[in-house]
């Protein structure tokens, strides 16, 4: 009852919705980077919002189904095929035993998202499936290894409004709550950190993606650690942005100017490095409107 | 005073002061359980480090504004209630040894002592927990005394060995597990911080104090340590 790796691949782990409350204990929040996709994948089947998925980025995975069940696939198109065939992304599909499943290079976007009907069923460490290397918790899929799921011989599905599914090619603008520091940083800091068009650079992981652009100035370079929220926006010594995700450590001590929101992050985890990126404000009334409109769809509840 | 920020779309910033300060590690641990029991259906999580605490909540449930005043309300009432949770003291048996403290000889020639007083200066102090992070069960502990403080490395090690006990300005530490770094290391314990043993996940709280205590090569050898 399960998925086998038949070949491993640069990045690929297991995740859910993430590790929401051990930050006290050090923890980070860890769990999916795009949760557009991963959210889509889990409702096309009908499943719980936080069942677990493979998060696959860039590609070269390989799974043989050891199992009858149903699957979607969501997120970037990394060259997804079912028995050597090419298959639609963003559908639910009916998978026998004996399928090999394969994803071979990006070919637009960086993260695709493997569901399976009921979620992955692997262990549960500290109240969440997902998997941290930089904690040591989990570790990431090696040939061999295997996916136990449950089988399903009938399914329904949904389906995706085609305007649903994302453009991964284009430039970027991302929306960005006034949080933290962001007061302490002047006016003409500010202007020029939202005027410019920075460039998403190879550093560029699960724990922050770091941009290239003109830097700006902050009075105090180092301050006293405090709490990280998913999406914080720290501006490093050389001046520069790293926008921190969901694998950062739950404290930190960079200044930050403010915390990007969450379903733009979604956009973010999908582009590749040399994709041009700005901020633009938005109000906190706004974010909460917006993301628990996104939360009541897919019955996201905590 | 206290000052409260947004820290994002369902997270706020509550400064309790803005030095670090011996008093507030305990005082900002007492809140956060507060908070935790009190508005239990809202909050997700309470991250407490040094002068702050990082409270995430469920924007489903609770506004930006109505939860804003929900926190402040709690942090009139507690200005007046001292009550909280006890302290609790964890012993640790370090290996203070060149072959194990990758940084001990170079400090002992910096800080012009011989091993025997930095042993002393090290274990002698109560440390206090002001914050855990960087990864779990890694407690930041205060204050280290002036004759053993050092910067961090300039280039952090790439693996330190878990069980490294390290020292960076005025702060000391247990690595809990493998892991890149920049503290300066002077020792190592066998005491098991992973959470491969998932009671770990408790181990220090915000407000508990550290003691280190000595052990000699043999001790250290016999309990299976490695060099």
């Known amino acids: 009852m399960s998925f086998k790796v038949i070949k491993s691949s640069f990045l690929s782990t297991v995740q859910d919705y993430g590790r929401l409350n051990h930050g006290e204990h050090g923890m980070s929040q860890s769990g999916v980077m795009d949760e557009h996709a991963y959210t889509w994948g889990n409702h096309l089947l009908h499943n719980d919002f936080n069942d677990a998925v493979v998060e696959i980025t860039f590609g070269g995975l390989v799974l043989e189904a050891q199992i009858d069940t149903f699957i979607a696939v969501t997120g970037a198109d990394l060259g997804f095929k079912i028995n050597n065939q090419s298959v639609q992304l963003w559908h639910g599909l009916q998978i026998h035993k004996g399928d090999i499943i394969s994803w071979d290079i990006p070919k637009s976007g960086v993260r695709a998202y493997l569901s399976v009907k009921g979620g992955f069923d692997t262990p549960v460490l500290f109240d969440s499936r997902s998997v941290n290397l930089r904690e040591h918790i989990g570790a990431k899929l090696v040939k061999g290894d295997v996916l136990p799921c449950k089988g399903f011989d009938e399914a329904t599905y949904r389906f995706i409004p085609p305007k649903y599914v994302p453009n991964y090619n284009q430039d970027l603008t991302i929306r960005i709550l006034p949080t933290y520091q962001f007061n302490e940083f002047s006016i003409n800091q500010r202007d020029l950190f939202f005027n410019q068009n920075y460039t998403i650079t190879n550093a560029n992981d699960r724990t922050g993606c770091r941009l290239s652009g003109a830097p700006i100035s902050i009075k105090k370079e180092r301050m006293i650690s405090e709490g990280i929220s998913y999406g914080s926006v720290e501006i490093a010594t050389d001046g520069l942005p790293i926008i921190l995700l969901k694998d950062t450590p739950s404290i930190g001590g960079y200044p930050k100017i403010g915390t990007v929101f969450s379903l733009d992050l979604a956009k973010l985890a999908q582009r590749q490095p040399n994709t041009k990126l700005r901020f633009k404000l938005i109000d906190i009334h706004e974010a909460q409107k917006e993301r628990k409109k996104f939360n009541e769809f897919f019955e996201i509840s905590f | ?227």
């Open chain 2, 1 to 227: 005073m206290h000052n409260i920020v947004s820290a994002g779309e369902n997270a706020i910033l509550i400064y309790f002061g803005d030095k670090i300060d011996a008093s507030l590690p305990k005082k900002i641990g007492n809140f956060a359980n507060q908070l935790k029991n009190t508005l239990s259906d809202v909050v997700i999580d309470a991250i407490p480090s040094y002068t702050s605490l990082h409270v995430s909540y469920d924007l489903n449930k609770i506004s930006f504004q109505a939860f804003f005043d929900k926190v402040e309300g709690l942090l009139t009432q507690q200005a007046s209630s001292g009550a909280g949770i006890e302290a609790q003291t964890t012993h640790i048996p370090v290996y203070y040894g060149v072959e194990v403290g990758l940084d001990l000889e170079r400090l002992l020639s910096e800080k012009n002592l011989d091993l025997a007083s930095f042993i002393e200066i090290h274990t002698s102090q109560e440390y206090l927990v002001y914050a855990i992070g960087f990864s779990p069960v890694f407690a930041f502990l205060g204050e280290v005394d002036k004759r053993i403080q050092t910067p961090r490395l300039a280039t952090p090690r790439i693996k330190i060995p878990a069980g490294s006990v390290g020292i960076a300005e005025s702060q000391t530490a247990v690595y809990p597990t493998d892991s890149s770094g920049g503290w300066n290391i002077v020792g190592r314990t066998l005491l098991d911080l992973s959470l491969e043993n998932p009671e770990n996940i408790d181990k220090f709280r915000v407000g508990d104090k550290v003691k280190f205590y000595s052990i000699t090569r043999d001790e250290y050898l016999k309990n299976g340590g490695n060099l």
